[in-house]
Structure formats: C-alpha cells, structure tokens
C-alpha cells in the first residue's frame, strides 16, 4: 500500500541500455526510489523544485497515493485553461 519507487521510459531506456535480456530482470532493478511527495494541498510552485531536480510528484492525501504529476501533466493543465 505505499510508493517504494517509480519507473518510466527513461528509467528503462538507461536500465535496458539495447541488452535484451535485461527486460527479464526484476523491475527493482530499473526503477527509481528517489520519490517527492507531496499533499494533494499544497499549491503548483511546489512542484518546480521537484521538477529542477529531474523528478516528478506523488501526490498523497495523508499517506494514500492519488497520483503523479509530470511536466507534461502541468503543461496540459496550463493549456486547459486558455
């Protein structure tokens, strides 16, 4: 029931590296365990820290996960708005 770590394409591309039979190894393997969390109050600047450092938000209601947040996930919000 918690985050213990998060995995995405670059993750895999750098873990992978062409080597097909690094897909068979344990996804522990290739995943990141450096993960920000945030509450689901806390205002939008939060994020920018988290993104200048490379990484994206979980999103937590007291210790329940609700989601992440990506650059990509607040450039839609932003455009949503127009």
Known sequence: GQVVGIIDEWDLLRHIGGEADRFALPVTEAMTRQVEFLDKRAPESALHAIFDRGLVAVINDNDRFL?????????TAWRNRL
């Open 67 to 75: 989601g992440l947040i990506t650059r990509s996930d607040v450039l």
